[in-house]
């Protein structure tokens, strides 16, 4: 099992940006693939973005891609996201999420992840 847990997430204007953090402690980082998901209010978990950490192939939801980007750091058990652009939409609560599988725009499902984090608020405002 891989615990998580996210940062970084706020308050801000429409336009501007944010950087999620999501550090992982427990089982092997390397194996896995790591994953952003959010969930506005009275909405379904949304899948943002994915990465697989040992060859950083990354992927995105389509409602997010040009504006955010997923990242890691290995060494420092981090995975990250890179939020521009931000619009009033992309207000949700962010969930990081770990899965000991191939990585894809065929798993994006909340079923699909093992591992979740309590997840962080981000708050965009027009």
């Known amino acids: 099992q891989v615990q998580l847990v996210e940062s970084g997430g706020g308050l801000v204007q429409a336009g501007g940006s944010l950087r999620l953090s999501c550090a992982a402690s427990g089982r092997t980082f390397s194996n896995y693939c790591m994953g952003w998901f959010r969930q506005a209010p009275g909405k379904e978990r949304e899948f943002v973005a994915a990465i697989n950490l040992r060859a950083g192939i990354t992927y995105y939801g389509d409602s997010v891609k040009g504006r955010f980007t997923i990242s890691r750091d290995n060494p420092k058990n981090t995975v990250n996201l890179q939020m521009n652009s931000l619009k009033p939409e992309d207000t949700a609560v962010y969930y990081c999420?770990?899965?000991?599988?191939?990585?894809?725009?065929?798993?994006?499902?909340?079923?699909?992840?093992?591992?979740w984090g309590p997840g962080t608020q981000v708050t965009v405002s027009s």
């Open positions: 999420a770990a899965r000991q599988d191939r990585c894809g725009l065929r798993y994006t499902t909340r079923s699909q992840y093992d591992d």
